[in-house]
């Protein structure tokens, strides 16, 4: 049981969310990524196993459903292209597909969590809002 009440809790839980999974943010720890870390990552030489046309064509779909749901049609778009001019400038095109669906993910997440249409706790049996927090009692 918390020692504040529950509608305060949850509405600092919110904003948490809400600030820490804003395209702003998420993205902005991505660029932090690609100029700090990324960079040292090992890249292993390509194989047959990994370089091959059935990986080709999944890499290819991805990212045209990356450029096409986020790029296009997304309402983060600007922030979106920002981190992916970057990414494909420094030549990391697994880390822009792997960050663009991690982040488009998380973005989403923080929005229903805001909306009250997610759990404030991943344990909940139900979604719990203001109206009905006796239940969460």
Known sequence: MFTRPYGEVLATWRAAIHHAYSPEAIFGRYEWNLRETYRNR??????????????????????????????????YRRIFWRFAAKALRAGRLTELISASLVAHHMIRFARECTEGTQNASFYADRVKTLGNERAAA
């Open 42 to 75: 090992l890249t292993p030489p390509p194989t047959r196993a990994r370089l091959n046309r059935k990986n080709l064509r999944r890499g290819a779909i991805l990212l045209a459903k990356i450029a096409f749901g986020i790029g296009i049609r997304g309402d």
